[in-house]
């Protein structure tokens, strides 16, 4: 009895690690985007969700001229990570600002994607959620010695 209890026990823990791995592997797959195609969308921004674990952006606009706006969802790494990138704060794209967002589309075809590239049309400002893209050069350098501290 002790022994079948063991087994049942292994083989629960076995289906609920692999269960874990797989949701998680999941969420921070990035398949659901179409990496290899690149749109643009000029709009207004709707509101911006500054929160874990991703951003998101909503924009109201277009992406061919002629068509009707429509709500489109970007989407973003966590907060942190793109603050440590540099220029993102929590209020460098707000609500009502005008902008041009390059962005990878859902495979789906639903209205939404990973945003590459966003441009504040007020203030010039370009901000990148590649976040190599945007580091400052010799960022590892300087980040050296406060290390070592």
Known sequence: MNHLLKKVLTCVA??????????????????MFDHATSVTIVGEVRE????????????YGVTKEGEPPTLWLM?????GNLVRAGGWTRTAVK???????????????DKG???????VADSGKVLTADIRAQ?????????APAAAK
Not at 135 to 143: G, I, S
């Open 113 to 119: 994607g990973a945003l590459k590239k966003i441009t």
């Open 75 to 79: 989407e973003m790494t966590s907060p």
């Open 48 to 59: 911006v969700q500054w929160t874990n674990p991703h951003v998101a952006i909503f924009i």
């Open 135 to 143: 580091e400052r050069p010799n960022l590892q350098e300087e980040a």
């Open 14 to 31: 076995a289906v609920s690690t692999t269960m874990l791995a797989a949701t998680a592997f999941a969420h921070h797959s990035t398949t």
């Open 95 to 109: 609500k009502g600002d005008k902008v041009t967002v390059n962005f990878s589309p859902l495979r789906n075809g």
